[in-house]
């Protein structure tokens, strides 16, 4: 049985922390402007805006002490992390979730953030939100941000985009569980290592190569991961590359092939990704996805 922390409510906190890459604190202005706006108090942790010195926000102690103290924070109600990059799998193992567990409150961001998206729901049964984070805020009001607005305030999803020529149909209501994909091959094989029989899984990556994501799906695959889905949303994968001398297929014509043995339903090009288009997704939540040709929903 999943936990589902308490939604927020005017005048609840909202603490930010980076617990994985560097970002420069004026970076998050509009973000923590935002959330004031909307009537949220905001604590800006340390980390944002320091370890200037090298790739990360701080040392590994740093982020740690950082993570922890939010944690561990009864006035704070959600946590939004400022970036990704690198860095969580890190930390995750000296993290301590007891008060956690018994007070859970919202653990927000996506790319790295999808090693603590995993860890929470593996090993804790918490649900967690997959959403954007601070420098999103920076591209102004939009849909995506009106999104993450709901989500955090208890709102049901109600999302739809158009059906893609891959696309194949059908309807499942499930767990969703995901995030980037290169974490989740990553977490393979550890602690953190995330269940999908019987569950929606959702994907996206940016910046890899093209044979990088057909092994890292065979990775899934060959480790079952794949096998019993009851459905799978295919995001974007942003800023792909390929090697001098081609692969020979796009990121979409791997999955569709990587995944053609099977009879759950698949939509490809769904909103959530590194880019722009990143609507909030309830990791842990049951979820209700319907794929048709020409169009795709996303309830919970």
């Avoid at 604190?25 to 923590?32: D, L, M, S």
């Avoid at 604590?43 to 370890?51: A, E, I």
């Avoid at 090009?269 to 590194?274: D, E, I, Y």
């Amino acid at each position: 049985m999943i936990k589902t922390p308490p939604y927020l409510q005017k005048g609840d906190t909202i603490g930010i922390t980076c617990p994985a890459g560097y970002m420069q604190k004026q970076k998050a202005t509009a973000c923590i402007h935002t959330l004031q706006r909307w009537g949220y108090e905001v604590m800006v942790g340390k980390t944002l805006g320091s370890g200037s010195r090298n790739y990360f926000s701080g040392t590994d102690e740093e982020r740690r002490d950082e993570f922890q103290a939010m944690l561990d924070d009864p006035t704070i109600k959600a946590i939004l992390c400022g970036r990704g990059g690198y860095g969580v799998g890190r930390i995750i193992d000296q993290l301590d979730f007891t008060r956690f567990k018994k007070n859970p409150k919202w653990i927000i961001g996506f790319s790295d953030i999808t090693v603590l998206h995993a860890h929470l729901i593996s090993r804790l049964g918490i649900a967690s939100l997959h959403a954007p984070m601070a420098s999103a805020f920076n591209h102004g009001n939009n849909k995506y941000i009106k999104a993450f607005k709901d989500a955090i305030a208890g709102v049901k999803a109600d999302y739809s985009c158009k059906g893609h020529s891959f696309n194949r149909p059908g309807t499942a209501t499930a767990t969703l569980v995901g995030g980037n994909l290169s974490l989740l091959a990553h977490l393979c094989g550890t602690g953190s290592d995330i269940a999908t029989r019987g569950r929606i899984l959702f994907i996206e990556d940016i910046g890899e190569y093209t044979y990088n994501i057909d092994r890292m799906l065979y990775q899934l695959k060959r480790s079952g991961k794949l096998d019993k889905l009851a459905g799978l949303i295919v995001g974007g994968f942003t800023d792909m590359k390929d090697t001098e001398r081609p692969f020979g297929k796009t990121v979409y014509e791997v999955i569709r092939e990587i995944v053609a043995p099977y009879t759950y339903p698949v939509c490809y090009g769904f909103p959530v990704s590194h880019g722009k288009e990143n609507l909030a997704l309830k990791v842990g939540i049951s979820c209700t996805l319907k794929v048709t040709g020409k169009k795709v929903t996303l309830t919970d």
